[in-house]
């Protein structure tokens, strides 16, 4: 079973940083653009960062400076640092891959979401 979970989420203060782990597993050919999502209580899911798999970034223009993406293609993983938090990042972050199975099936998959909580 080909999946994504994430870790890393939880309670931070204002101002503080947080580092958000995704790795995929399972019977995988290649993976191609990950990203990241966040969706707000009340809110649309949206865009934090994409990641191809040559490395090319597109961050959401909001996010742009205090969040960083970055992936690790041999461990199959993606990442999040997030820096100089704020009240309303508070989210369920969520990671996302575009990936290609041996049998050359294409797969959008989803974590099932880490929660971060941004308050004092």
């Known amino acids: 079973q080909v999946q994504l979970v994430e870790s890393g989420g939880g309670l931070v203060q204002p101002g503080g940083s947080l580092r958000l782990s995704c790795k995929a597993s399972g019977s995988i050919l290649s993976i191609n653009t990950m990203g990241w999502y966040r969706q707000a209580p009340g809110k649309e899911r949206e865009l934090v960062v994409a990641i191809t798999k040559t490395g090319t970034t597109n961050y959401a223009d909001s996010m742009k400076g205090r969040f960083t993406g970055s992936r690790d293609n041999a461990k199959r993983a993606l990442y999040l640092q997030m820096d100089s938090l704020k009240p309303e990042d508070t989210a369920v972050y969520y990671c996302?891959?575009?990936?290609?199975?041996?049998?050359?099936?294409?797969?959008?998959?989803w974590g099932q979401g880490t929660l971060v909580t941004v308050s004092s």
């Open positions: 996302n891959a575009d990936l290609t199975t041996p049998a050359y099936r294409y797969l959008e998959l």
